[in-house]
């Protein structure tokens, strides 16, 4: 064997050798654990764990259901049908948990409703949109909208959209 190809071996061994002791001491030894194919394997079991001990603090919809099934079956005819009860309501699995001690806050400021309704023109055209600072008088879109159905006015007109 010439002497440059032993060198060249020599310093490609010692390469390999330093990136596996490396490799030992840098990755955690849960690393890729959970599955058995190549697919989702980049995070560490420990850390799965760990996020496991957290509480839980959302409900499902399914949950709220449960005891609240009028309000949901009202929220699944609306407009507002695709979103979570806790997108208004805030996490809610305490309330699930303790119901009776327990409320969700809810809020019912405009800014709640300006997160998605003021109007921005990268949003959908049929989107509901407004200049919230002229809608409504400044008063709380809730005094006037049913935040279920919104398009179910309080005073009873419903204009169908």
Not at 11 to 38: A, C, Q, S
Request: net charge negative; aromatic share 12%.
């Amino acid at each position: 064997m010439r002497a440059a190809t032993r060198r060249f071996l020599l310093i490609y061994l010692t390469f390999v050798l330093v990136f596996l002791m490396l490799r030992t001491v840098i990755v955690p030894p849960t690393f890729g654990e959970f599955t058995d194919d190549y697919t989702y394997r980049w995070f560490r079991g420990d850390s799965v764990r760990e996020i496991m001990q957290y509480d839980m603090k959302f409900a499902t919809k399914e949950m709220c259901e449960q005891c609240h099934p009028e309000k949901v079956e009202f929220l699944n005819r609306g407009k507002h049908s695709t979103l979570s009860c806790e997108t208004c309501h805030g996490p809610s699995m305490k309330h699930v948990e303790n119901p009776t001690t327990y409320h969700p806050e809810i809020d019912t400021t405009r800014e709640l409703c300006k997160l998605c309704h003021e109007f921005n023109p990268t949003r959908p055209e049929d989107f509901p949109q407004k200049f919230t600072d002229e809608h409504g008088y400044g008063l709380a879109c809730v005094e006037c909208h049913n935040p279920h159905s919104p398009w179910v006015f309080k005073r009873g007109v419903d204009n169908g959209q």
